[in-house]
């Protein structure tokens, strides 16, 4: 199941269905990331955590992957009901 899910978020990369988040965007400033860093980690990356909004219960999934330079990415990311792909927070661990 969590393939279908990567390979959904990798076809919405791909496609530039995707939105960020203001916090994501913060986050991404924060550790000199660039918005390509997160396109690579979602291609590169494998779902590691699939986690249940307490408020919403919406799910969203925990994403290790790399960076354009080969570095290690976190990303956290979602469904919005429209169907775009939502990048929630995005972090060098």
């Not at 390509?36 to 999934?61: A, F, N």
């Amino acid at each position: 199941m969590l393939d279908r899910i990567l390979n959904e978020m990798r076809d919405k990369i791909r496609e530039r269905k995707y939105v960020m988040t203001i916090h994501g965007e913060e986050e991404m400033n924060n550790d000199c990331l660039t918005i390509y860093d997160v396109e690579c980690g979602i291609l590169t990356g494998k779902i590691v955590e699939r986690q249940k909004d307490k408020v919403t219960t919406e799910w969203k999934y925990r994403i290790i992957g790399q960076t354009v330079d080969g570095n290690e990415v976190e990303v956290i990311a979602k469904f919005s009901p429209t169907g775009k792909l939502v990048i929630i927070t995005v972090y060098v661990p």
